[in-house]
């Protein structure tokens, strides 16, 4: 995939499968509640906030280095394979289980929950993720390459905001309520952002060393692109 100066980049696809299947596997990892007890409270979380935090990480270097056309590609194919993979486990589990099998319940109970995570994780991943590379592409295009780490953080807050409110709402309202749910999406939310301020530095070397890397972020690129502006 060439930009419009015909520059292939490096590192687009790795980070393009690595956010896929971070993607997939908090999908099933969201199926658990964990509670982790606190002297001032019980936190409440899914098991998903191990790895789909990543995900965020990731749109923003997908958005900041190869900008919101690819971040979206991106986003719009984890959103098709998630699908691709509710549907597979939801065909299985109707598939009638062998003489011999007697787990039968114990996979309902963990994959057939899927689907309806999956429906919360599309809600929110599509309403998050694009608000997310949306927020950071208008504040790069109006402020430039400075300031990365105010593009980085009001991203994520707007994103993960939208992202947890749908995600919750869809996933677990009903199955939890009152100040159990309210629980569950603060602390989801505050702890998604909490890992992107930490992780902030280690975003900031990845983003560095990517554009580093990337031929489109060489002298030459530069001035081919602005030779290609000048032409039009």
Known sequence: MTDKAGIHPKYFEYCYVAFV?????SNIAATKLIEVPTPWTNLVFDGGAILFPLTYILGDVLTEVYG???ARKTIITGFALSILASLTFWLVQLA??????????????????????????????????????????????RWGEKNMWTRLIGSTLVGEGADSLVFCTIAY??????????????????YKVAVEVVL???????????KRAEPAYSPQAWAQREAVRAAR
């Open 96 to 141: 009638p289980p062998a003489a011999d099998w007697h787990n039968q319940e114990a996979f309902e109970a963990v994959l057939g929950f899927v689907p309806r995570i999956v429906a919360a994780s599309l809600g929110g991943f599509v309403v998050g993720q694009l608000l997310n590379s949306v927020v950071l592409a208008r504040m790069k295009q």
């Open 21 to 25: 299947a971070f993607l997939l596997l």
């Open 68 to 70: 919101l056309a690819r």
């Open 200 to 210: 902030l530095p280690l975003t900031y070397a990845v983003i560095g060393a990517i």
């Open 173 to 190: 309202y009903g199955i939890i309520t009152g100040g159990t749910f309210l629980n569950y999406l603060i602390v989801g939310w505050a």
